[in-house]
């Protein structure tokens, strides 16, 4: 496929050491591709609301890309809530050898999504339409790490992705700044569903374009 130079390949070179990678070309590229077919259907059915070059490579494709040095190739990630494929898409451009799925009950964000992976050719990657309470008949204690992005509070996240965690497991929720204040708000929840928080990390998105936070949920076991 052949892929023009572009502010995301830009970008991507620039911010990628900074989310602990070291990024090719052909991931590059894939980038660019994911970007122009993101910008072609949010133009006709509003997938998103960010929508310049210059924010979806900064908000989607870097922030997405600061989870990448807690994934391993031996995981097996499931994405709750992942609308057009954030986390997800990002993460298995540059973890091709990660088992993934992602679910979300907007048929549209899943159908872009699966567009995606046979466009990219993608492979062990599944996108899912459904809520996420229909997975857990089939998929309990399935995943070793499961992640959302600015999709529910804490507590709910723990509530709906527990029963899909495998002994072992982490949670992983993306979040803003005032992240402090919700983990105030959710603790003693999030304590009686058998979950803590075992870490959150903090950084800054380039070109000011806010701060954002990773936290680590653990059961308190393997705390």
């Not at 892929?3 to 990678?21: K, N």
């Not at 031996?74 to 057009?84: H, N, T």
């Not at 992602?102 to 459904?130: P, Y």
């Amino acid at each position: 496929m052949t892929v023009r130079s572009s502010l995301v390949a830009t970008i991507l070179a620039d911010e990628s050491i900074d989310c602990g990678l070291s990024i090719t070309q052909d991931e590059i590229n894939s980038f660019t591709v994911l970007a122009d077919e993101l910008k072609k259907w949010n133009n006709k059915i509003n997938l998103t609301a960010i929508r310049s070059e210059k924010e979806i490579a900064v908000k989607h494709f870097v922030d997405s890309l600061h989870l990448s040095t807690l994934i391993t190739s031996e995981d097996r990630l499931l994405d709750i809530g992942s609308g057009a494929g954030f986390p997800v898409l990002p993460l298995k451009i540059v973890k091709p050898a990660t088992e993934m799925m992602s679910v979300d009950c907007v048929a549209k964000k899943i159908n872009f999504q699966r567009h995606i992976i046979r466009t990219l050719r993608l492979t062990k990657i599944e996108a899912v339409h459904a809520r996420v309470e229909e997975l857990q008949k089939k998929y309990d204690q399935t995943f070793t790490v499961i992640v959302s992005r600015a999709f529910t509070r804490l507590d709910h996240f723990v509530s709906l992705a527990a029963p899909l965690l495998s002994e072992g497991g982490r949670l992983i929720a993306m979040k803003g700044d005032d992240v402090e204040d919700e983990i105030g708000v959710s603790d003693s929840a999030i304590s009686a569903l058998g979950f803590c928080v075992a870490s959150t990390q903090r950084y800054c998105l380039p070109y000011t374009m806010g701060k954002r936070a990773i936290t680590v949920l653990t059961p308190r076991e393997a705390a």
